[in-house]
C-alpha cells in the first residue's frame, strides 16, 4: 500500500506542483486578457499541443523514482503506459472543459489519473524499501493534498458557481489564509481537538465582519471557508485510513 501512496505523491507533484498556472491555462487553450498579443491557441481549439506536451515532460519528472522502486524494464513499461494514459486524460479533459463544469471535469480527471496508477500497482511487483516509511509517507501525502490540489478544486467551484469572478491566483492572500487554515484544521483534527477548530472559524468570520454585511460576499465567504473546511477533514480521514 506504500508503494500506491507513492505513485499518488508522484502524480501530485506532476499534475499541480510542476504545472504552472500559466501553464494550465495555456494547455487548455483558454484566451483571456492575460494572453496579450499570444497567438498561439487558435479561437476554436480545445487544447494547445504544445504546451500539452511540456505538461507530460514535467508530470514524468517525478516518476523517475519508479526505478528505484521496481526493476528498470518494469518501471520503463509503467512510466510509457502512465504518459500515454496521462495524455489522453488531459486532452480529454481540456475538450470537456469547454463544454461543462469544471469541477465535474476536475473530479473525474483525477480519478482516472488514481484508477490508472492503482492498475500500475496491481501489475507491477514493487520492493519493499519504502514501507518502513509508511508514517513519513502518509504524512507527505497529506500535505501535498492540502496545498495547490485543495486550492485548485476551490478556484474551479468559484469558476463554476461565480464565472465573473477573475482567478487571482493561488498565491494570494485568500489561497494562503486558506491553505494555513486546513493546516491548523487537519493538526486540531489530529489531537482530537475538534472544538478549536470552531476557533479558527470564529477569527476568521470576525475579521471579515464588514464585509459580510453584502450577501453576495457572505455567500462567497461560506462557500469557500466550508469547502475548505472539508477538504481539510477528508484528508484527514485519508491519512487515518492510508
Not at 491555462?25 to 498561439?40: F, H, Y
Not at 498565491?171 to 478549536?196: Q, T
Request: aromatic share 14%; net charge positive; hydrophobic share 50%.
Amino acid at each position: 500500500m506504500v508503494n500506491f501512496v507513492i505513485l499518488i505523491i508522484l502524480h501530485l507533484l506532476g499534475d499541480f506542483y510542476l504545472q504552472t498556472a500559466k501553464l494550465a491555462k495555456c494547455k487548455n487553450a483558454k484566451i483571456d486578457n492575460d494572453c496579450n498579443n499570444c497567438k498561439k491557441c487558435k479561437d476554436k481549439s480545445k487544447l494547445n499541443k504544445q504546451y500539452m506536451f511540456i505538461h507530460m515532460l514535467l508530470y514524468t519528472l517525478p516518476f523517475v523514482l519508479l526505478f528505484f522502486m521496481t526493476g528498470w524494464k518494469s518501471a520503463l513499461l509503467a512510466i510509457i503506459g502512465i504518459i500515454v494514459s496521462h495524455g489522453i486524460i488531459d486532452s480529454m479533459a481540456c475538450f470537456f472543459n469547454k463544454r461543462t463544469k469544471q469541477t465535474l471535469v476536475f473530479i473525474i480527471d483525477q480519478f482516472l489519473h488514481i484508477s490508472i496508477l492503482f492498475l500500475i500497482y496491481k501489475m507491477v511487483e514493487f520492493n519493499s524499501i519504502f514501507d518502513k516509511y509508511g508514517l513519513i509517507v502518509k504524512s507527505v501525502l497529506t500535505v501535498a493534498l492540502l496545498m495547490i490540489p485543495c486550492s485548485i478544486f476551490i478556484n474551479k467551484i468559484f469558476e463554476d458557481l461565480y464565472p465573473e469572478t477573475k482567478n487571482k491566483g493561488l498565491f494570494d492572500v485568500g489561497s494562503i489564509i486558506g491553505i494555513l487554515e486546513r493546516f491548523l484544521v487537519i493538526i486540531f483534527a489530529y489531537f482530537e481537538n475538534f472544538p478549536a477548530i470552531a476557533i479558527i472559524i470564529t477569527v476568521k468570520t470576525w475579521a471579515r465582519t464588514n464585509d459580510l454585511k453584502e450577501p453576495e460576499f457572505r455567500n462567497k465567504y461560506l462557500l469557500g471557508t466550508l469547502a475548505s473546511l472539508v477538504l481539510a477533514l477528508c484528508s484527514y480521514i485519508i491519512f487515518k485510513l492510508v
